[in-house]
């Protein structure tokens, strides 16, 4: 039922910065923690950072100081203000939706964006 949109993806020079955005839709957004994950070809998908209904965030301590998450409850939208970026932070990002409840049973991804960092 839950639908996510990744927005904001592109080509970044080292310690540049971009934006993503994620657009929820088809449910309650108050009802959901929402975070970002990040994917190489043959890794494993892994957490960047989640925030909170309330505003309570977490983030993995290779994005610590420069990646902020934030949500507006109004738009039914998460973001991710990436800064100081990295070559090594080239990947797939994903929006992920997961409801405070009912957790796995009501988890949903968003399709990805690409984000390059290089010269």
């Known amino acids: 039922q839950v639908q996510l949109v990744e927005s904001g993806g592109g080509l970044a020079q080292p310690g540049g910065s971009l934006r993503l955005s994620c657009a929820f839709f088809g449910s309650t957004f108050s009802l959901y923690n929402m975070g970002w994950y990040r994917q190489l070809p043959g890794n494993e998908r892994e957490l960047v950072a989640r925030?909170?209904?309330?505003?309570?965030?977490n983030y993995d301590e290779s994005v610590k100081g420069r990646f902020t998450v934030s949500r507006d409850n109004a738009k039914n939208t998460v973001y991710l203000q990436m800064n100081s970026l990295k070559p090594e932070d080239t990947a797939v990002y994903y929006c992920n939706s997961r409801h405070i409840a009912y957790a796995a049973s009501r988890d949903y991804w968003g399709q990805g964006t690409q984000v390059t960092v290089s010269s």
């Open positions: 925030i909170t209904p309330g505003g309570s965030t």
